[in-house]
T-cell receptor
Framework: GDSVTQMEGPVTLSEEAFLTINCTYTATGYPSLFWYVQYPGEGLQLLLKATKADDKGSNKGFEATYRKETTSFHLEKGSVQVSDSAVYFCAPLQRGGADGLTFGKGTHLIIQP | KAGVTQTPRYLIKTRGQQVTLSCSPI?????VSWYQQTPGQGLQFLFE???????NKGNFPGRFSGRQFSNSRSEMNVSTLELGDSALYLCASSWGQADYGYTFGSGTRLTVV
């Protein structure tokens, strides 16, 4: 089945720092790719997505580009804020969603003022 | 616009009992998926329902079952509870085409004692 590799952290950064959270995946075919964010005590929120190679998903200052050659979907943000502190999940989804979303372990991000 | 509603938020059950969790999707969403989140295993796909039919199923024992009603509301049932079933159970809804992404509820925290 599909699998996802991402750093678990915690990743600690200062406010206004540049953020990169790496995500690589193994999957058959060309899945859609998603980043979800989970704030403490809450469910997951869709942050951004990309459905085909070279697509760039973006939302709230976050970006990620679907790299088919390297099977990666790294999350970036130019200037993080304290409110970005959360757990971030990378998740591929096969066409038809046969196995549901395959989540990585999640990256715990802590932003210090 | 109401989000995905899961009830109850918290639940404590005794080993051997059974439990039913409820999920009301976003209005108009016809697909409902269930996930189990634990510290050890992370997020794992349980099953997906679409128009009252189970469309996809993860790798969980038969003690885990679900159903979907004509109004798209879904229930998940776990019989003969085990200590290892303690987890956050998340429900997610979608229009039906997986590429649109899923909207998650806040989850039901189940503790088995």
């Amino acid at each position: 089945g599909d699998s996802v590799t991402q750093m678990e952290g915690p990743v600690t950064l200062s406010e206004e720092a540049f953020l990169t959270i790496n995500c690589t995946y193994t999957a058959t075919g060309y899945p859609s790719l998603f980043w979800y964010v989970q704030y403490p005590g809450e469910g997951l929120q869709l942050l951004l997505k990309a459905t085909k190679a070279d697509d760039k998903g973006s939302n709230k200052g976050f970006e990620a580009t679907y790299r088919k050659e390297t099977t990666s979907f790294h999350l970036e943000k130019g200037s993080v804020q304290v409110s970005d502190s959360a757990v971030y999940f990378c998740a591929p989804l096969q066409r038809g969603g046969a196995d549901g979303l395959t989540f990585g372990k999640g990256t715990h991000l802590i932003i210090q003022p | 616009k109401a989000g995905v509603t899961q009830t109850p938020r918290y639940l404590i059950k005794t080993r051997g009992q059974q439990v039913t969790l409820s999920c009301s999707p976003i209005s108009g969403h016809r697909s409902v998926s269930w996930y189990q989140q634990t510290p050890g295993q992370g997020l794992q796909f349980l099953f997906e329902y679409f128009s009252e039919t189970q469309r996809n199923k993860g790798n969980f024992p038969g003690r885990f079952s679900g159903r979907q009603f004509s109004n798209s509301r879904s229930e998940m049932n776990v019989s003969t509870l085990e200590l290892g079933d303690s987890a956050l159970y998340l429900c997610a809804s979608s229009w039906g085409q997986a590429d649109y992404g899923y909207t998650f509820g806040s989850g039901t925290r189940l503790t088995v004692v």
